[in-house]
Structure formats: structure tokens, C-alpha cells
């Protein structure tokens, strides 16, 4: 008996040792954790419940010229109900009260949202979908709601923000408005006008502190924010709604005659080079058109016919022709070494000038003016295309600018043939913008402005940066060469024998150059050889204001494909469209009044129209026009009788304010 109690003393020491020592162990082990691991624990605790989330600030609205926007960030708010933080007594008076009013609100019957509500308490759901892409208006009336009007920790009510980009002119312009996107690693893809401003759209982000509430769900930390973000700048672009409006209907009505694999169309304003409308149209597969890529600046090709205008102004600067130098089109066909260059009129023009070439489009004639001016010396001749920067980029903000080509003698490519096809647009390659931007520095008489989509960046009402328009080139040529180009440009539209002459209005006047391309012409199946239809030129045809490109590709032959018939319709419609509703202002010169020339009646109206009016004017003695306009811009009402001049008046001297009618008795 005595050895079974020792035996069960001992297993009860050691048992209570074992215990002592996981007690000190354990004991240890809490101490190591406070003191030595501690702040490493405290902070993996609070990284697994606690985290701050960057804010991304609104982006700056786009504009275009006219104040109308173009592209517009906008908060959309999903709103989730946390079960968990409500308590049972406010559940239940504000249940009902709250589903009523979801109802009102969302549409689904209450009876929807009491249920959803109820699930969510019963399995103490923290993350319960409310509603979802609610705008700011529904937002802010949600939060007045029963119980969720007691905000995040008593009423329950989780809020979750983002911002969307709006363009509310839908399809018009979207690729030329473009946009900012980010992958999964944080690599931005930035199009447009979006992605070429974005240091002035983006804003500064903010952050906020957010609990961690189940796997993957986070709910925000009271109602405000740790940094507040800021808003992006406000851009105002060059674009004008209007003209990009007539620009893409009118480029898409004859897409769709045509049947073209794509097409674009610029417009710019001649003085300052801001572009008014830059459309861009390509075609799906089902034959339906939309702004797949920005053609007008990133696509640079053989620009074909309209290049012959760069080719003129080198011949006359170098004064190796004039404009009635007579050339020999030789039955339209002329050969250089191997090849053969050919007018599109079967059998030629016969001997024409050099004016009248350019006006009729003579290949033939372009390559025997080039190739038997330079041949001797081709540099000479690729020297002078360069110093008007035909070789350069014009940088823009846009990223994805073509890269223009033109050859140097030696360069790759170059042959004894080259001198001949450049002449007429060929073995050299620009983009529309590119080859607009000539174009319309022959309209603003030689100086070459930089295209600008940029005017203005502001915060609200306070501006930050104007931008003004840049001059690439003060003088691209001399005034005389300049003033034979227009004169053969205006000739080209308004000349019975001009290529664009279908295009002819006496209404308004236009001035340009027609281009027409072949393009995969290196197949020898004739099936396969396709077409680049252009447009390019200025309006009005005397003191231009705007100058225009159009380029459609690949229109269907069955239908046509001459640059005239293709691309010059579109031209003609945006010039007519904005002559339309563009109101024409006369100026005069300011009139001398102390000249003595005027008559003693229009000395009268001038110097009341030009002075301030306390009392009412004498106007006896004046046409009845004049004294009716003087007197109405004071904010009299007039009443008239008879015809002819002011024979008399009442209430003449009388102080303004007292009078409400003034009788005008004319002889």
C-alpha cells in the first residue's frame, strides 16, 4: 500500500513539473512576444485588418473650343449594408422604413429589399450588396435614408466610390479624344487628346483608411479621408463641336457610298493653326464604320498628286520653269530608265503649260519638269523639300505621329527613278496632318504653323497656361512663288479644264489639289491594286480661314475612286456646312469724323451713337433708321409714324428713366 502511494506521488510530482515547466515556458514565450517580437506582431495584426487605399482624383473635364465637353469623369457609388454593426434595436424600428424607401428609390418592391435586408443580419453578412453604379444624385439621397442616415458604424451603411470617364459626345471625335488606361502591372496606354494632356487632366491622389471585414472585403474607416485627393486641371481643346459634327457626317456618308476600308478628315483654322475637327473613321466587318485608329496623325503614306504642289513650289523657287514654261505630256506616257510614268487621260494632254499641268494633274508633266531639272543634281532638289521641313515630325502631344520619308540621294531605296515618281507623289510618304500643315501654309501665305489641339488649361475659373500658336516656319517660300500656287490652286476648282471642278460653287470659293494614289501597285494582279483618295486644300479661296484634308483608302472601284469624286465631295460639304453658320463680318476702316467729307447727317448719328445718354437725345433731322437704332439701344421703345426723315419727337431732354415711349414723327 505504502509502494502505491509512492508511486502515485511520484507521477504526481512529475506531472506537476511537466505543468511548471509549460507554465515557465509558456510564460517565457508571452514575454518574448511583448517585448522582443511585439511591434513585428502588432503590425502584422494591423496589416491584416487595417489598410490605406489610394485615392484616384477626378480627372480634369475636356473641352473643346466652345466650352462643350468632350470627356468627363464621374462618380458612380456602390452601396453595401454591414449586418454586423447594427444594432437590434435600430434594425427593427428602421427595417421597413428603409425598404419603403430603397423601393421608391431603386424600383424593386420593398418586400425585395426587407428580405435582402434580413438575410443579411441573420448570417451576419458585412458586405451585402445594396445597389450598384448609383450617380452622385441617388448617393446622396441614399445616405438620408432610414438607418443608414447614422452613417458607417451604427447605421451600417458601407460606400464604395469610383470614377468613371464619360464622353457625351459618344462616338464623334472618340479617338481623337482618346483616353488613359493601365494594366494589371500599372503600364499606362495613353491615346488622344486623354492620354497627350494627362499631366494637366491626372490631379494628385489621395488615401484612405480601410478595415478589413472578410476575405478580399474592406470597408471604409469613418467618413473621411487621410489625404484628400485633387482634382485634375480643366483642358479646353481647339476642337469646335460643330465642325467636328459636319466633319464626321459628312466623311461617313461617303465611307459608306464608297464602301472604303477607312477614311479621315482635318480641319484648321488658317491663322493659327488650332484644329477645329479631326475625324477618324475605319470598318468593321459587318461594314459599319467607328474611330478605330487615328489615321489623320498616325498613318504616313504616298501622298500621290497632292505632292505635286510641294514639287511646284521647288521648281518655281528654283526657277528652273515658270508658270508658262510649256511642257510636251508626250501622249501620256513618259519613260524614265526601265519605267514608264502615265497620265490617267489616255493619249496624254498634249503640250501644255506649267500651270495648266498642275491644274489638270499631268504626271508626265511633273516627272520631265523634276527629273530632267535635277537629274544632274538630285540633291538640289531634296535639299529644297527638306529646308521647308517635309523630312520632319511635327511633334505633337498626340503620341503614335507617322514618320514622314523622304529619301536622300544614296539612301536605301533610291534609284535613277526616284527623282521622277517623288515628283508626283510617290517613293516619299506623309501623313495627312503632315500634309495639311503645307497646305495650309501656302494659304497663310508661306508662314507654316504648328498644328495645335490645345488652348487653354484652367481650375475652374482661373487660368493656369495659355497656349498660343507656334510658327514652325516664317517663310516656306517666296511671296511670289506663293502668289502663283494659290492662284493655280483657286484655278484647279474654278477652271472648266481643273481636276476639282466638279467641286465648283459660286456661292463660296474653295482652293486645292485633288490626289489619287495607287496603292499596293507593286502586285501584278490587277485585282489586288487599290486606291488613296484625297482632297487637300483651303476656304475661302481669297483670305483663307480654314484649311481642310480629306484621305479616304480603298474605296471601291466599281463605284470610283478619283480623289475628286471620293474625297472632294467631303471637302465641299464641310466648306459649304461652316460657310452656313459662320456669319461674315465686313471690317471697315475707322471713320474720321473731323475729315469734313461726311454729310452734317452722318456726323449727327455718329457722334450720338458714340456718346453716353443721360436724357433723351435730340434726333430731329435724321433718317428714321438711325434715330430708331440710337434711341433703341438707349432701351427706349420707339414708335414710328410716317416715312422718311425725324421730323419730330417727344420727350426730348427728358431724363431716361422717365420715359417709357418716344413718338418719332418722320416727314
Known amino acids: 500500500m505504502a509502494v502505491t ?79 454586423v454593426t447594427v444594432k437590434d434595436g435600430d434594425f427593427k424600428e428602421n427595417i421597413k422604413p428603409l425598404s419603403l424607401a430603397l423601393s421608391k428609390l431603386l424600383g424593386k418592391p420593398s418586400s425585395y429589399y426587407e428580405k435582402l435586408l434580413r438575410k443579411a443580419k441573420v448570417n451576419k453578412n458585412r458586405y451585402a450588396l445594396i445597389a450598384r453604379n448609383l450617380d452622385y444624385s441617388d448617393y446622396v439621397q441614399i445616405k438620408k435614408f432610414p438607418l443608414f442616415e447614422k452613417g458607417p458604424n451604427r447605421g451600417g451603411i458601407v460606400i464604395e466610390q469610383r470614377t468613371v470617364r464619360e464622353h457625351p459626345l459618344g462616338k464623334i471625335a472618340e479617338r481623337s479624344v482618346g483616353y488613359e488606361r493601365f494594366d494589371a502591372e500599372g503600364h499606362a496606354t495613353r491615346v488622344g487628346l486623354e492620354g497627350a494632356f494627362t499631366e494637366y487632366l491626372s490631379g494628385e491622389k489621395g488615401s484612405r483608411l480601410k478595415q478589413k471585414i472578410a476575405k478580399g472585403q474592406w470597408k471604409p474607416i469613418g467618413m473621411d479621408n487621410i489625404v484628400e485627393p485633387k482634382d485634375g486641371y480643366d483642358v479646353y481643346s481647339t476642337i469646335d463641336v460643330n465642325i467636328q459634327d459636319i466633319a464626321h457626317h459628312a466623311l461617313l456618308g461617303q465611307l459608306e457610298k464608297y464602301k472604303a476600308d477607312h477614311g479621315c478628315v482635318i480641319v484648321m483654322e488658317t491663322k493659327t493653326g488650332e484644329v477645329k475637327a479631326i475625324s477618324n473613321l475605319g470598318r468593321t466587318e459587318g461594314g459599319k464604320y467607328y474611330e478605330r485608329l487615328n489615321y489623320a496623325i498616325g498613318e504616313s503614306h504616298e501622298p500621290g498628286s497632292t ?202 470659293s474653295m482652293a486645292g489639289k485633288t490626289g489619287t494614289c495607287q496603292k499596293d501597285y507593286v502586285s501584278k494582279d490587277p485585282n489586288k491594286l487599290k486606291y488613296i483618295s484625297t482632297f487637300a486644300g483651303y476656304f475661302p479661296a481669297d483670305n483663307p480661314k480654314y484649311s481642310c484634308i480629306v484621305v479616304i483608302h480603298e474605296p471601291d472601284k466599281s463605284v470610283g475612286y478619283y480623289g475628286a469624286d471620293v474625297s472632294g465631295p467631303v471637302f465641299k460639304s464641310v466648306a459649304q456646312k461652316i460657310y452656313a453658320t459662320s456669319p461674315l463680318v465686313d471690317e471697315i476702316d475707322e471713320l474720321d469724323v473731323k475729315d ?61 428713366k422717365e420715359v417709357e415711349q418716344i413718338v418719332l414723327e418722320l416727314s
Open 307 to 508: 505632292f505635286k504642289l510641294m514639287s511646284m513650289v521647288v521648281a518655281l523657287e528654283d526657277k528652273v520653269i515658270d508658270t508658262n514654261t510649256v511642257i510636251d505630256t508626250e501622249k501620256g506616257l513618259y519613260k524614265v530608265y526601265n519605267k514608264t510614268v502615265r497620265d490617267s487621260k489616255w493619249g496624254g494632254y498634249g503640250k501644255v503649260t506649267a500651270a495648266k499641268a498642275f491644274e489638270i494633274s499631268s504626271n508626265t508633266a511633273f516627272a520631265k519638269i523634276i527629273n530632267n531639272s535635277y537629274k544632274d543634281n538630285p540633291e538640289k532638289f531634296v535639299d529644297r523639300l527638306m529646308n521647308m521641313g517635309l523630312n520632319k515630325k511635327l511633334d505633337l502631344p498626340i503620341k503614335g505621329e507617322g514618320k514622314p520619308v523622304i529619301r536622300y540621294p544614296g539612301d536605301k531605296g533610291w534609284s535613277g527613278i526616284s527623282l521622277a515618281w517623288m515628283s508626283h507623289g510617290y517613293e516619299v510618304s506623309l501623313t495627312p496632318l503632315q500634309t495639311l500643315t503645307f497646305y495650309n501654309a501656302i494659304a497663310n501665305d508661306g508662314e507654316m504653323v504648328k498644328p495645335r489641339l490645345l488652348k487653354e488649361v484652367k481650375e475652374w475659373n482661373k487660368s493656369i497656361e495659355k497656349f498660343d500658336k507656334e510658327v514652325i516656319n516664317p517663310s516656306i517660300c517666296s511671296k511670289e512663288t506663293i502668289g502663283k500656287v494659290q492662284e493655280m490652286l483657286k484655278n484647279v476648282v474654278e477652271k472648266k479644264h481643273g481636276t476639282g471642278h466638279s467641286l465648283y460653287s459660286p456661292n463660296f
Open 596 to 656: 469734313g467729307n461726311l454729310d452734317k447727317k452722318y456726323q449727327q448719328y455718329y457722334a450720338l451713337s458714340n456718346e453716353k445718354h443721360s436724357t433723351v437725345p435730340n434726333v430731329e433731322g435724321m433718317s428714321g433708321m438711325d434715330a430708331i437704332s440710337i434711341l433703341e439701344n438707349l432701351g427706349l421703345k420707339v414708335k414710328v409714324t410716317g416715312v422718311g426723315s425725324v421730323k419730330k419727337q417727344t420727350s426730348k431732354g427728358v431724363n431716361i
Open 5 to 83: 502511494e509512492k508511486n502515485i506521488l511520484t507521477r504526481l510530482y512529475v506531472v506537476a513539473g511537466f505543468l511548471f515547466i509549460l507554465a515557465v515556458a509558456v510564460v517565457v514565450k508571452l514575454v518574448s512576444i511583448q517585448m522582443v517580437d511585439g511591434e513585428k506582431y502588432r503590425q502584422l495584426a494591423e496589416d491584416r485588418t487595417e489598410k490605406v487605399f489610394t485615392i484616384t482624383p477626378n480627372r480634369g473635364n475636356l473641352y473643346s473650343a466652345d466650352g462643350s465637353l468632350l470627356a468627363t469623369s464621374v462618380s458612380r457609388f456602390n452601396i453595401r449594408f454591414d449586418a
